[in-house]
């Protein structure tokens, strides 16, 4: 036997264990996840669409003010509120809701919770539809102004500007392939 030979038996393996831990965790995490969410008058559902069941529910109704929170550092200003955390390209969102006669503060990216979430279309749509539905059936949620632009959301009509959109990701990719440019000029 060869090195190549054991090499490419090496490589295979790795990719076989790599491709069963996918799957394991695929069917592991089937009955967790979450692959549609759905905002309406109502509140919030994350449905699983594996097994046909609602897998979270948030009515507008359990949404709860921000004072009735216990806070360690300094509270924030506004009920919802949203932070891009370190080694994440998404928001997350973050508001108090009233469970079992206990506020906890609730986070979601809007992104669901499946395992491809990176590829989920409709983000923008649903935080709009998000902060229209807390305006109009809970208008004494205050949300932090600076998520409508931070998401292209204009917030005299809540219309989502994709020119602005557009532009911000074809300025982005420009500047990722100058900065690649650039390396591979000073590193050759």
Do not use: C
């Not at 998404?90 to 506020?103: A, E, M, S």
């Not at 420009?174 to 390396?183: E, M, N, R, S």
């Amino acid at each position: 036997m060869g090195l190549d030979v054991i090499a490419s038996v090496f490589l295979f393996l790795i990719f076989f264990i790599a491709l069963a831990g996918i799957v394991v965790l695929l069917i592991y995490s089937r009955k967790k996840m979450s692959t549609t969410t759905i905002i309406d008058q109502k509140g919030i559902r994350y449905l699983n669409t594996f097994n046909n069941r609602i897998a979270k529910d948030l009515p507008l109704s359990s949404f709860a003010k921000r004072e009735k929170l216990e806070h360690v550092f300094e509270p924030p200003k506004y009920d919802i509120t949203s932070t891009r955390p370190m080694k994440s390209l998404y928001d997350q969102f973050y508001w108090p809701v009233l469970i079992d006669n206990k506020v906890i503060v609730h986070n979601d990216a809007f992104l669901g919770r499946l395992f491809f979430a990176m590829f989920y279309a409709n983000r923008l749509e649903l935080i709009r539809t998000f902060l229209l539905g807390v305006e109009h059936n809970r208008p004494d949620i205050t949300v932090d102004p600076v998520i409508f632009p931070n998401h292209y959301i204009d917030p005299e009509n809540s219309s989502i500007d994709y020119r602005q959109q557009k532009r911000t990701r074809i300025m982005s990719a420009v500047f990722f392939i100058l900065v690649l440019g650039l390396i591979y000029y000073f590193v050759d």
